[in-house]
């Protein structure tokens, strides 16, 4: 995110792609806005990190996942 929001040139970005600046313009442009969504918010957490159960039982709702009927 850090990176999307400063387009200031950064050495160690400079394996970025150029077709990946265009989200950038866009969020310059104000047509996209992109913010920190901590675990506890972000239900995509349970298919890229080892979560607990408590937290994993916690965003099933959030993915339309319930109980069995």
């Known amino acids: 995110m850090a990176i999307a929001k400063n387009l200031v040139f950064h050495a160690h ?4 792609e150029i077709q990946y ?4 313009e866009l969020i310059q442009d104000g047509i996209v806005e992109i913010s ?3 675990t506890e918010e972000n239900g995509a957490d349970i298919f890229t990190k080892a979560l607990g159960r408590e937290q994993i ?5 959030k993915l339309g996942i319930g109980p069995r009927r």
């Not at 970005?13 to 970025?16: A, D, G, L, M």
């Not at 600046?21 to 950038?24: A, E, K, L, R, S």
Request: with cysteine; aromatic share 18%.
């Open 21 to 24: 600046h265009y989200v950038c």
């Open 13 to 16: 970005t400079t394996h970025i």
């Open 57 to 61: 039982l916690r965003h099933f709702p």
């Open 36 to 38: 920190y969504c901590p």
